[in-house]
């Protein structure tokens, strides 16, 4: 199942935020969309996973979701969006509690997404006893259970410090691995980007455009590699230098604001 | 560093400690203070009781209030009195509250309602409810009604209100959460909103019992033969002050009651806070 921003424009009120954005996600590809602050990163996700309605375009859908793919389209999010009512097995099984699913196929879901987040023994915890990285583990999980086609994460790694980031990148290098599940991943991280996107979005200062679409030339595996790093700070100083002027004057703009 | 003041800063090999400036502004208090200073203030009233010092008329001691009660519950009056006023206060308070909190999840879920319902709990909350009572007697008769219809009354304004505004106070992100995995409305009101809402009703709810408590006694004392405002009435009409005070910390006591009784309710339901 493919996933297309077909023409997307959107206004917030008299506000242009995003300008045209028109692109692919290929079923199992993983795309970067980066760009300067307040380029319209976070909404362009909203709009692509039908949270939001554009003002102009639309986004679609090409082919049909693996037949086991209980909501094709999931969210990761930043603030993780964890019911603080609820304990962590309780928060993984909520999006099925709707589904057809009888409650055994729910414990068999649960207990699987829980195991391949490493998060078995905390099955009774609940979020306020969690640290910033397995709160966002538990939000993976609750993502990983209804098996999507494509994730949509929103800077899934900003609200957690520098080595808890590492060790969650490690995590979505392995979850996206076997290609079998797609992503568009935001973030305003250029070394996340690259070391986890096939194609990097690369959009302009609000009004959001489409500067450039940056291809990542090695598989995912192939940058854990030493020898990788190298070409791969190349890339992200190629990308920094589309940036880095928009995003001194966005963040003046902010400072204004 | 950047301003070295080297030339005017002596030269000085002599360790001394950091002074600790962060005490106070935390809001803690002292877990036998309340009760000391409380039993504290029991002591000198009864002292001042007792030697003459204060008028019983005007102040009677805590021992004659103590005796106040316990005659009044050996004679049978306390129960009467106090289960006229729990009958009242439970059936107006259960009354206000569901229609509040049908009306206030209402307001909170929809823009017509919001719109509606707003305009008049806007109009009608400020209304002493109290001063409704006469009409209400017009209304309903002399009887239980216009007692339960004003608590009834005064729980439903304060309940709508608490409520909506838990509802809007639900995390955004939560509901966007569960819209995104296409979880039905009916699943979110429950699943999200409701548990989301629970801090601010249970608050809601220690304000409607003080408020039904406050009624009730109101409501009593312009027209009932029982119940604890009455008899609180009549005692200060036949200038018995010890039964006057007696009733009073009955009153006391039962809010303590109720205040006990949502807190455990809070510790219940709202464990993951």
């Known amino acids: 199942m493919d996933l297309i921003a077909n023409h997307i424009s959107h206004r917030f009120g008299d506000l242009a935020v995003l300008d045209d954005i028109s692109f692919t996600v290929s ?134 410090d520098s080595q808890t980031r590492e060790l969650l990148m490690e995590d979505f290098v392995r979850l996206l691995a076997d290609g079998g599940m797609g992503a568009v991943y935001v973030t305003h991280n250029l070394e996340e980007a690259a070391r986890l996107a096939d194609h990097i979005v690369v959009l302009s200062r609000r009004p959001g455009r489409i500067r450039e679409v940056v291809a990542v030339p090695m598989t995912r595996a192939e940058r854990g590699e030493i020898a990788a790093r190298e070409k791969l700070l190349a890339l992200q100083n190629q990308i920094w230098s589309l940036i880095r002027n928009e995003a001194i004057d966005a963040e003046r703009e902010v400072q204004h604001a | 560093m950047l301003d070295r003041a080297t030339d005017t800063s002596t030269k000085d090999d002599t360790t001394r400690r950091v002074r600790f400036r962060g005490a106070g502004f935390v ?7 309340g009760w000391i200073a409380l039993a504290l203030v029991i002591a000198i009233w009864q002292v001042a009781g007792s030697t003459g010092l204060v008028n019983p008329l005007f102040l009677p001691a805590p021992s004659a209030i103590v005796r106040a009660i316990y005659q009044l519950a050996m ?103 569960a819209q995104s995995f296409n979880v039905p409305f009916a699943t979110i009101v429950r699943k999200v909103v409701w548990p989301g809402a629970l801090p601010a009703i249970l608050a809601g709810f220690r304000i409607t019992a003080s408020v039904a408590l406050l009624l009730v006694v109101s409501a009593e004392m312009i027209g009932a033969q029982y119940g604890i405002g009455a008899f609180v009435l009549q005692a200060g009409n036949l200038m018995q002050t010890d039964q006057l005070l007696a009733g009073v910390v009955i009153l006391s006591v039962f809010g303590l009651v109720v205040g006990k009784v949502i807190n455990l309710l809070e510790i219940k339901l709202l464990h993951w806070r």
């Open chain 1, 27 to 160: 079923a199992g590809e993983v795309v970067a969309i980066v760009g300067p602050s307040g380029c319209g990163k976070s909404t362009l996700l909203s709009i692509l996973g039908g949270l939001l309605q554009p003002t102009s375009g639309a986004p679609e859908l090409r082919g049909t979701p693996p037949a086991d793919s209980l909501n094709p389209l999931t969210f990761v999010f930043q603030d993780f969006a964890l019911l603080p009512w609820a304990t962590v097995e309780e928060n993984v099984e909520f999006p099925l509690l709707h589904t057809q699913l009888s409650a055994a196929q729910r414990r068999a879901l649960v207990e699987d997404a829980l195991r391949r987040t490493g998060l078995t023994d905390f099955r009774k915890t609940y979020p306020k006893q969690l640290s910033g990285g397995m709160r966002q583990r538990v939000g993976i999980s609750r993502a990983l259970a209804v098996k999507p086609a494509i994730l949509l994460m929103d800077e899934p790694l900003s609200a957690l």
């Open chain 2, 75 to 177: 004679s049978g009056a306390l129960w009467q009195h106090l289960s006229a006023s729990i009958l009242r206060i439970g059936v107006g308070w259960l009354l206000g509250t569901t229609a509040g909190v049908a009306v206030g999840f209402a307001i909170g879920l929809s823009r017509l309602a919001r719109s509606v319902g707003i305009t008049f709990i806007s109009a009608l909350f400020p209304i002493p409810k109290i001063a409704l009572l006469p009409l209400l007697i017009l209304w309903l008769g002399i009887g239980e009604e216009p007692k339960i219809a004003t608590i009834a009354l005064g729980v439903f304004f304060s309940t709508a209100i608490s409520v909506y505004s838990g509802v809007d106070a639900v995390p955004r992100n939560l509901i966007r959460m």
């Open chain 2, 27 to 33: 809001p803690a208090s002292s877990r036998f203070a």
